[in-house]
């Protein structure tokens, strides 16, 4: 009995401290973030004065018992960021004046020809717009701006051409819905957008930067890494933490796109006009990406088991170190060219530098051969060709280095044209 | 005036005419992947049948004017796929008796205080529990899961507490609400189930399947096209299409990740027993992804300015073809792997000559050095340091296959665990 007694108090225990745990990091993620405690505050608010709908006598006979609708709005449409919000609200308002009269349209019809084929009609319509909207979602181009109000579409048509076989005074049953939703609709807005917003486009140009900046020390951190192989392991959190800031530039893509709309739905804010060309972001987003892929490969050529000997690393260390450190202050450059929004005069200088530190580690690499023929080369390179192998297998890192120059080019080129549309 | 009638006429047409192509568009979603066709007429069903409870009488006076509930479920809850439609059922069926439950509880206690301290009893704890609740939409893991399950929670609880306040019967309102999105859940379940189901552990099934063979392709395609450079500018359309299929593994991530979430609610269906190790594609997913981040660095190095000479190219030429062919082989075996879902015998065959084939590219690499300053080398080789930066720039291609080997022998070994469990 003890036995089982001491278990299961272990057991709660256990569980216990579990559960404790979730909720402290939990809690952190609030912490870190303290954007998040306001949006739940900001949902809280939003729906307590919904609420008055309920407990004012003279709201709620105005509405009837259809201030759930409201409710319901401010439940679902209050998202996180402006953009998602304007975006939800917009597709649910348009959506729900576009069904609704289609609905009553329908519904006139149908009256006209009979009690007997009413149904038939009304089941027949609502069998088709439901399913040709439901194909319309289908469409990328479609679903990445309206799915919402597709959504919405369906519903409201259904329940107002259906509701009118049994409801009698359909048209004060569409106003009313119209009514609540644009009162719910217009409480989302006015919350999201006066209480400490969060702008989708202003996360965006963080995001960016903070990307470029996690690139900058991935980059310089993994090629210090590779050349300092022994003493990397080491190394523990934060400078690692620092090196494998690329991996959350990998899966950029989704979250990207999906601010981009919701930015193109905001009102001028801050620092950013109307048609601020957000789609620029999209392009320094993939340029970024095809960073990150470079960055990878140069992690798996550090972890892999095959390595070039020492000496050989110590030839070009100099000029790949330098090289690095050029390229990611490029990268620092164009983060702080993104955050400043105007060109930098420093970014040409910079980019001019990096080419040259290309052109060094070049000819490094064209002396390789002859060095290791003269006599001042170390003593193992008396044999030629076990060098040449390694030498071969070392390359990728320097190459990927090599090939990431372009590309930083093209994120250079595409800041500015940003920073151009701005000015 | 006529000037002005034959722009109009061309913009109309071109209006008309984008309109058309945008239509042809659509419907070639829907008939390369004909299940988007059945799924429509699915939801367009499910509509017509739940619509049954306006017309028949006995239906409608047994669950009152909230039929809607029953119409609504079934719009928001009928996904495409058999586990998303159970994961948001399952969740709205579940949120809903919760929260109902709870509503009715707290306007117990609230009813008991008196009719003055009630709106405020019920108003703080609406604002507390959105409040938590949105918070913890912002958990990965709770995400992950039961987003619309805490979305649907906050709708409830804020509905049934307060409409306590103005609705008599509430119990009435409670048991209404939870009967008809019961019909509703059930309809959605059933018709989902039954009716050409579109199951997500499948389409994740043959999606990875996919991915594997647009990598072989792409690997072959792309080390071909570099060996054969001028030719490759004049290929169009098709072989074209096929080397570019390693960019849709690039962002596979959050596609991947939701429909094994999903696939997790399915019950047992076809090949895949309950408890199917769905978790085992991430896996391979993300070695997939790898397989295709250096796939891209190939692409990037056969756009690059910088070549390498022909006689170089021709060298290693046999050696590099034979190793993607072969480990194009590889990828290709591990699909059928995974879609016989039995290991193969020839994988480690297939495993074998492909290592045979590193090691053979590795031996041309190094009877590279010794190979141009034997008389037999082309004429262009007397001067040896042009050749030896050219070479540097030209090795990231090979590189980056090399470094594909241990990935692909990662996914073997995952493909394996897979596969053992199944059986």
Same mark, same amino acid.
């Given at each position: 009995l ?17 559960i404790w ?13 303290p &954007? ?13 004065v919904?609420?008055?709908f ?15 609708w ?18 939800k ?11 609704g ?8 019809? $149908?009256s006209q ?5 009413e ?21 990328? $181009?479609? &679903? ?29 049953? $569409?106003?009313?819905?119209v ?9 989302c807005?006015?919350?999201?957008m006066?209480f ?6 202003? #996360?965006?140009?963080? #995001?960016?930067i ?23 392991? @080491? ?8 090196i494998?800031?690329?991996k959350?530039?990998?899966? %950029?893509? #989704? ?16 620092k ?16 970024a ?10 992690n ?17 260390e ?13 990268l620092?450059?164009l ?6 929004m105007k060109?930098?005069s ?5 980019v001019?530098d ?11 690499l ?10 001042? %080369?170390?003593?193992?390179t ?8 390694p ?7 320097y190459?990927s280095i ?6 930083? $080019?093209?994120?250079?080129?595409? @800041? ?7 000015e």
């Amino acid at each position: 009995l003890q036995r089982t007694c001491s278990s299961l108090k272990s057991f709660a225990v256990g569980f216990v401290t579990k559960i404790w745990m979730f909720l402290v990091k939990s809690w952190n993620i609030g912490v870190d973030d303290p &954007k998040k405690f306001v949006h739940c505050v900001k949902v809280g608010l939003a729906l307590s004065v919904v609420s008055l709908f309920y407990y004012m006598r003279p709201l709620y006979d105005g509405v009837g018992g259809n201030a759930m609708w409201a409710v319901m709005t401010v439940v679902v449409a209050l998202e996180y960021t402006v953009g998602a919000t304007l975006c939800k609200c917009i597709n649910r308002a348009m959506a729900t004046a576009v069904a609704g009269s289609l609905g009553i349209g329908i519904h006139w019809v $149908a009256s006209q020809t009979g009690e007997k084929f009413e149904p038939i009609i009304i089941g027949t319509s609502v069998f088709i717009f439901a399913a040709a909207t439901t194909f319309s979602r289908f469409i990328p $181009a479609v &679903k990445a701006r309206f799915d919402y109000g597709a959504l919405i579409f369906i519903l409201t048509f259904s329940l107002v051409s259906v509701s009118g076989y049994r409801v009698d005074k359909l048209w004060t049953l $569409a106003h009313q819905r119209v009514s609540t939703i644009a009162i719910g609709t217009s409480l989302c807005v006015l919350v999201s957008m006066l209480f400490c917003p969060v702008w989708a486009g202003y #996360q965006l140009h963080q #995001q960016t930067i903070r990307n470029l900046e996690n690139l900058a020390n991935s980059l310089k951190g993994h090629v210090a890494k590779y050349f300092t192989n022994e003493e990397a392991s @080491t190394i523990h959190g934060e400078i690692n933490k620092k090196i494998q800031g690329y991996k959350c530039v990998l899966n %950029s893509k #989704q979250s990207e796109e999906s601010m981009v709309n919701f930015a193109k739905w905001e009102p001028a804010h801050g620092k950013f006009s109307f048609g601020y060309p957000w789609k620029q972001y999209l392009k320094i987003g993939a340029a970024a990406r095809k960073c990150a892929y470079c960055i990878d490969n140069i992690n798996s050529c550090i972890n892999s088991e095959m390595q070039a000997p020492e000496y050989l690393k110590k030839h070009i260390e100099e000029e790949c170190m330098r090289l690095s450190s050029y390229s990611s202050e490029v990268l620092k450059e164009l983060a702080i060219t993104i955050k400043t929004m105007k060109t930098s005069s420093e970014i040409e200088l910079l980019v001019g530098d990096m080419n040259f530190a290309v052109q060094e580690l070049h000819n490094a690499l064209k002396a390789l051969p002859s060095h290791f023929t003269q006599p001042q %080369s170390p003593p193992q390179t008396v044999d030629d060709h076990p060098d040449a192998d390694p030498e071969g297998l070392k390359r990728p890192a320097y190459a990927s280095i090599i090939e990431i120059l372009p590309l930083a $080019a093209l994120v250079t080129l595409l @800041t500015e044209t940003v920073v151009r549309t701005e000015e």
